[in-house]
């Protein structure tokens, strides 16, 4: 199994940046890929970015160029750089782990509140 703890939510002002932290520990051998998804109330959870265990990555079309993933494999994390905050990016955040097993695993959430 793979657990997975976040940190690094929190409130901030459109424009601003916040950055999340998502650390993995159990089988982590097993994880091929980490990312971001999110979820606002009413809505359905979205894919926001995910990095593979190759380094490919891929983000959501709404926070392309606004978001960077990033990895630091000797801590087994993986990191959601947020930038020019807009207001519609406020959602409880997840950090999601793909496994080889084909098995998913999903940390606790973390909310971020972006004020206009």
């Known amino acids: 199994q793979v657990q997975l703890v976040e940190s690094g939510g929190g409130l901030v002002q459109a424009g601003g940046s916040l950055r999340l932290s998502c650390a993995a520990s159990?089988?982590?051998?097993?994880?091929?890929?980490m990312g971001w998804y999110r979820q606002a109330p009413g809505k359905q959870r979205e894919l926001v970015a995910v990095?593979?265990?190759?380094?490919?990555?891929n983000y959501a079309e709404s926070v392309k160029g606004r978001f960077t993933i990033s990895r630091d494999n000797a801590k087994n994390t993986v990191y959601l750089q947020m930038n020019s905050l807009k207001a519609e990016d406020t959602s409880v955040y997840y950090c999601?782990?793909?496994?080889?097993?084909?098995?998913?695993?999903w940390g606790q959430g973390t909310q971020v509140t972006v004020s206009s």
């Open positions: 999601y782990s793909g496994t080889y097993s084909k098995r998913d695993y």
């Open positions: 159990g089988s982590i051998f097993t994880i091929k890929a």
């Open positions: 990095i593979t265990r190759g380094g490919d990555t």
